[in-house]
């Protein structure tokens, strides 16, 4: 039994499975990953960059969270002042 050439071989068929392996990583890069980043970089830009400063979908939805909260509360002051009306009204019918 000749070691070398079998150590050789062992390196040859390592070698080639490497180099089969790095084909792979990089066709998989060039055809699936690159276009797909493109895609969602692509699908998740700013809709109207140049218009209300930049602001994106995101932006939106935390302006209308924030005026949903704003809502809230002037609510419970209307009906605050409804109940403080209402006690008032009555204050004077009696």
């Known amino acids: 039994m000749d070691w070398a050439a079998t150590i050789k071989e062992w390196g040859a068929v390592a070698a080639a499975i490497s180099a089969m392996l790095l084909l792979g990583g990089l066709l998989f890069r060039h055809l699936v990953y690159r276009p797909l980043v493109r895609l969602i970089d692509d699908r998740t830009r700013e809709i109207q960059p140049t218009a209300n400063g930049g ?39 009696t």
């Open 55 to 93: 602001k994106s979908l995101p932006d939106a939805v935390r302006i209308l969270e924030k005026l949903e909260r704003r809502q809230g509360v002037i609510a419970e002051q209307i009906d605050q002042v409804e109940r403080q009306l209402d006690a008032h009204i009555e204050y004077h019918q």
